[in-house]
Every structure is written in C-alpha cells, then in structure tokens.
C-alpha cells in the first residue's frame, strides 16, 4: 500500500458528522464528530479545534463521547462563516477543516446571560432577573422523576435552577444514581456491610453526561437557565469523589466544560457550601476557580456559594457575581441595597432558607415568608432562589428541593406572579433612598414600588422620596396612578384618583390634596405608583 492509499484510508477512517456547511444562529451550539479507535485510555487523547470568523478566534477542547466517538462543540458568538481547523495528538483527528454559517438570532434566543452594572442580560442587551429554583438531583436517579421534574419547571415561571452535578447522599434521595462520573474499577462491602467504592479517575462514564446533555437542553428549550453546582459536601464519605485531587477535579472540570460550555444557558457555581467541604482549603477553591475560567472560552457566569453567612473572596475577577446562602440580606430591603454596594457585583440570595415542613429551621419556612423575604430582594435590587421541601409523613415521597417532581408549595406561584410585574417595568429595581427610606424602591424616571410588607393598615399617605436612586427626582405637579398589588392574593387593583406631587418637604413629596390610598385589610401588598404622562 503506498502512501496516498494509506491517507485516504485514515481518512476515510474518521466519520465527520457536519461535513455539509452547517447553519444555525448564534449562541445555538454547532457539533461535529469524529469516529476513531484509541490505543490506550480514549479520555487521554488530545483533541481541540479553533474557529475563526475575522479577527475573532475561539479555541475549543474535544471530548470522548464513548463507542469510539471524539466531539467537537462551538458556540458561535457573532453572524458570519466560521472555519474551523483540528488539532489532535492523533493523526487520524488532526487538522480536520470544516466551516459553519451563523445567521442572527430569533425568537426566544437573546444569546448567552451576562452582568449588566449589579444586573444581568442576556447578550442582546435584554434585560434578565433570574427568579430561580433549586432541584439538586435533578440529572441523576430515576428518568421519571427526572422527566416529571422537567414538566413541573415548564409550568413554573422560574428561569433558572441550581442542580449538582456530583452524585448527592444527604439528606435525601435514599436511592442510588443511575450511573456515576467516573468510570467503576469495583465495589465492594467492608466488614460492617458498607459499600467500597474504587474509582478510575482518568475515565469518565459518558453515560452519566449524556443524560446531564439531555437535561440542560431540555431546560434551554424552556428559557431556563442552568446553573450547575460543580462541587459539594453531600458525598459525606459514600463515594468519596470530593475527596479526589485537585488534579483529578481538574481534569473533571476540563472534561464537563468541553461537553457543555457551548451551551448559552449554562452559569458555573464551583460549589455549594463550599466551606462544608473538608478535603479543600480556601486555596484550593481559587485553583478550581481559576482553572474553570481558563477552561471556559465564553466566559460563562460565574460563582461560588457557601454555607449560612459565609462569603467569599467575590471581588475576585474570575467571579461574576456573589452567590450565598443567608437570611440576614432579605429581612429587609434595605439589607439587600446594602449588599449591593459593598460588591458593586449582582447579588443572588441562593439560599434563603425553604418552604416546607422539615424539622429542620432551614426547611421549615412558610410559604408567606417565602413569598416576603422574595418580595424583599427583589425591591432591594438582588436577587433570591427558591426551595421547596415538603414531604408527607407518612408516605416519605420525594422532595422537591432534592429529588425534583412536582410542587406541593404555595410560594412559587407567587413568584411566577412578582416575576411577571417586575418584568413590565422599564429597568432593574433598586431602593429609592437607600439609607433612609426602607420601602420605597425605584424602576426609573417616575416608577416605584412601596412595600408594605406584612403590616396590616387602613391607608397609606401618598409620599415619595426626593431622591430617586440613579433616575431624576420627582417633580411638582406630576401626577401619578397608584395600583394595590396583593402579591398572596396575586390580584392588582387600580386605585380610582390620580395623585398630584407638591414641591420638596422635607426631602419627600406628598399629594398636593393630602389624599390617601385606602387599603384593603390585608398583608403583603405593594403599591405599583406610576407618572400619568
């Protein structure tokens, strides 16, 4: 055989799945396959591919998808052709070309989710407020339930949710994952029946990712948001996978990257309870950090989470927002505006405590106070993820906050409800007059909110602060409509009379007829107040 018919046959050895020139929009993700047999660990095969479009150029790492499969996965971030060139460690994958046309984006697709001063949006400029969840074992135990989780988000107006991707023991699901991360080398039972579990740390089960693929587009096609927790402290010694190196992790991470960072929806958080975790030091989740990043040619968001009232290093630059676990920012508004200028980064509460029934303080909130401490973040201009945990005494079913399935609560209807009138107003909310008005949060030139909270009155004296947070203050003789939001209740109701502002008095405004807006007799509402052109 000589030479020529020897590079035709490896050539023709290697099954290109996109041989056409692709088409598709940006931020969608482009896939090519290659199909070769690997001497040794197929895992330690290197495999890249750089797409060029201009003067742009991203750098992408392959995967081995098993059953002799190498994938290749681009996002195209800009219109154009993008040409793309291999390069492998072996010669059958090495300089593959190829190209893609990437065509605007339409509909739903608004591209990947970015900060915006101390918001977020989505790469078009759209505005973004996650209202989010938490399944943790979303992507691992029994299909149903995983498929039941799906269809209850579909139906929930959340737009994003936090899930694991490490197999989870504590304190629920009580049954095994379907498959694990790493590939098994044996399991056995010690002397007191536990099971020994021995790992092949250099070789991941692509099973295991392919069905976490299946979920996080499931969850794109729903307009959610997939914020994937990377590491946390609920292996508890069962399997022992968050006792590995940082060289094992990394190669983790590197692996799990180059599956999905072609994926718009997805955000990293590098842990969960990130303190709770003994086998790493704060050193160490900086090299984890940091090796995230520099695997992720997107730049996905980007945070870490610890437990209650732990924080972080979050002004470092790899961290693109402050993700924690605490009560204290969402007792009040103020709290939350307070936060915000310590960062001077976006602001998610991911952790603020669950509805539920569990005995636990943590699990056990009302969906009342759910619904408040919400209510709260949101008007002091964060942002705060819900949880669910009820479970029937008797019957011991699975747990929303964990296992998935269906909501029993009664909070995530009223967020679904806050969600959709923070959305009608024309920019972020932020507190009005941060150190000294605790209830009044601005939306823009002549657009607030008044928070009244759990208190119960009769009226409420029209007034509104001088200051206005970035936006120009309020004038006399503009008038305004009032609308009495029941957030429980999820009703709105146009008050009848239109207010008129007087001149300052005292640093705040009042209706030049000293009229008030009469209340109904209940909790939790919010006054919606607006300018009359």
Same mark, same amino acid.
């Given at each position: 055989?000589?030479?020529?018919?020897?590079?035709?046959?490896?050539?023709?050895?290697?099954?290109?799945?996109?041989?056409?020139?692709?088409?598709?929009?940006?931020?969608?993700?482009?896939e090519?396959?290659?199909?070769?047999?690997?001497?040794?660990?197929?895992?330690?095969?290197?495999l890249?591919?750089?797409?060029?479009?201009?003067?742009?150029?991203?750098?992408?790492?392959?995967?081995?998808?098993?059953?002799?499969?190498?994938?290749?996965?681009?996002?195209?971030?800009?219109?154009?052709? +993008?040409r793309?060139?291999?390069?492998?460690?072996?010669?059958?994958?090495?300089?593959?070309?190829?190209?893609?046309?990437?065509?605007?984006?339409?509909?739903?697709?608004?591209?990947?989710?970015?900060?915006k001063?101390?918001?977020?949006?989505?790469?078009?400029?759209?505005?973004?407020?996650?209202?989010?969840?938490?399944?943790?074992?979303?992507?691992?135990?029994?299909?149903?339930?995983q498929?039941?989780?799906?269809?209850t988000?579909?139906?929930?107006?959340?737009?994003?949710?936090?899930?694991?991707?490490?197999?989870?023991?504590?304190?629920c699901?009580?049954?095994?994952?379907?498959s694990?991360?790493?590939?098994?080398?044996?399991?056995?039972?010690?002397?007191?029946?536990?099971?020994?579990?021995? +790992?092949?740390?250099?070789?991941?089960?692509?099973?295991?990712?392919?069905?976490?693929?299946?979920?996080?587009?499931?969850?794109?096609?729903?307009g959610?948001?997939?914020d994937l927790?990377?590491f946390?402290?609920?292996?508890?010694?069962? +399997?022992?996978?968050?006792?590995?190196?940082?060289?094992?992790?990394?190669?983790?991470?590197?692996?799990?990257?180059?599956?999905?960072?072609?994926?718009?929806?997805?955000?990293?958080?590098?842990?969960?309870?990130?303190?709770?975790?003994?086998?790493k030091?704060?050193?160490?989740?900086?090299?984890?950090?940091?090796?995230v990043?520099?695997?992720?040619?997107?730049? =996905?968001?980007?945070?870490? =989470?610890?437990?209650?009232?732990?924080?972080?290093?979050?002004?470092?630059?790899?961290?693109?927002?402050?993700?924690?676990?605490?009560?204290?920012?969402?007792?009040?508004?103020?709290?939350?505006?307070?936060?915000?200028?310590?960062?001077?980064?976006?602001?998610?509460?991911?952790?603020i405590?669950?509805?539920?029934?569990?005995?636990?303080?943590?699990?056990?909130?009302?969906?009342q106070?759910?619904?408040?401490?919400?209510t709260?973040?949101?008007?002091?201009?964060?942002?705060?993820?819900?949880?669910?945990?009820?479970?029937?005494? @008797?019957?011991?079913?699975?747990i929303?906050?964990?296992?998935?399935?269906?909501?029993?609560?009664?909070? +995530?209807?009223?967020?679904?409800?806050?969600?959709?009138?923070?959305?009608?107003?024309?920019?972020?909310?932020?507190?009005?007059?941060i150190?000294?008005?605790?209830?009044?949060?601005?939306?823009?030139?002549?657009?607030?909110?008044?928070?009244?909270?759990?208190?119960?009155?009769?009226?409420?004296?029209?007034?509104?602060?001088?200051?206005?947070?970035?936006?120009?203050?309020?004038?006399?003789?503009?008038?305004?409509?009032?609308?009495?939001?029941?957030?429980w209740?999820?009703?709105i109701?146009e008050?009848?009379?239109?207010?008129?502002?007087?001149?300052?008095?005292d640093?705040? @405004?009042?209706?030049? =007829?000293?009229?008030?807006?009469?209340?109904?007799?209940?909790?939790?509402?919010?006054?919606?107040?607006?300018?009359?052109?």
């Open positions: 055989m000589n030479l020529r018919h020897l590079i035709l046959l490896l050539m023709l050895s290697v099954a290109v799945a996109a041989r056409a020139q692709a088409t598709l929009e940006c931020w969608d993700r482009f090519v396959s290659f199909t070769h047999a690997a001497k040794g660990n197929p895992f330690d095969v290197e890249s591919a750089t797409f060029t479009n201009g003067a742009q150029q991203i750098t992408v790492r392959g995967f081995y998808d098993g059953d002799d499969t190498y994938r290749i996965r681009f996002m195209p971030t800009a219109e154009g052709e +993008w793309y060139t291999t390069r492998s460690s072996v010669r059958a994958l090495n300089r593959q070309q190829g190209s893609l046309v990437a065509t605007a984006p339409t509909g739903d697709n608004h591209g990947m989710v970015q900060t001063g101390l918001g977020f949006a989505y790469a078009d400029g759209t505005r973004y407020m996650p209202f989010g969840t938490t399944n943790y074992a979303l992507a691992q135990f029994r299909p149903k339930t498929e039941k989780t799906i269809e988000l579909s139906k929930s107006g959340f737009n994003k949710t936090r899930f694991c991707i490490l197999p989870k023991d504590f304190p699901p009580e049954e095994e994952p379907m694990y991360p790493f590939l098994l080398k044996s399991r056995t039972k010690d002397a007191d029946g536990k099971d020994c579990f021995e +790992w092949d740390t250099e070789r991941f089960d692509p099973v295991y990712f392919q069905n976490l693929d299946h979920r996080i587009e499931q969850l794109l096609a729903l959610i948001e997939a927790i990377l946390h402290p609920y292996d508890r010694g069962m +399997w022992g996978i968050d006792a590995f190196s940082n060289e094992v992790h990394i190669r983790y991470l590197e692996y799990l990257i180059a599956r999905v960072g072609a994926y718009r929806n997805v955000w990293w958080s590098l842990a969960n309870e990130w303190d709770l975790v003994k086998t030091t704060k050193e160490d989740w900086k090299i984890l950090t940091r090796a990043v520099a695997a992720d040619p997107y730049r =996905h968001l980007c945070s870490i =989470h610890g437990g209650t009232a732990v924080y972080f290093d979050y002004w470092m630059p790899e961290y693109t927002h402050v993700s924690i676990q605490d009560e204290g920012p969402v007792f009040t508004s103020t709290a939350s505006a307070t936060l915000r200028q310590i960062y001077h980064k976006p602001i998610i509460c991911d952790e405590g669950y509805e539920g029934n569990i005995k636990e303080r943590w699990a056990r909130l009302s969906g106070q759910m619904t408040y401490f919400v709260n973040g949101v008007l002091g201009g964060i942002y705060v993820t819900h949880g669910e945990c009820y479970r029937d005494p @008797v019957e011991q079913e699975f929303y906050w964990s296992d998935g399935g269906e909501l029993k609560g009664e909070s +995530w209807k009223r967020i679904a409800f806050l969600r959709s009138i923070m959305e009608e107003a024309p920019n972020a909310p932020m507190m009005a007059d150190s000294r008005d605790e209830v009044t949060t601005t939306c823009g030139d002549g657009y607030y909110f008044v928070n009244l909270g759990k208190n119960i009155q009769s009226a409420w004296r029209f007034n509104l602060p001088r200051s206005n947070g970035y936006y120009p203050r309020p004038k006399a003789g503009t008038k305004y409509k009032v609308d009495i939001i029941n957030l209740e999820m009703t109701q008050y009848p009379h239109l207010f008129e502002a007087t001149e300052v008095i640093y705040r @405004v009042y209706d030049k =007829h000293h009229r008030d807006v009469r209340l109904p007799d209940a909790p939790y509402l919010l006054l919606r107040i607006r300018k009359v052109e």
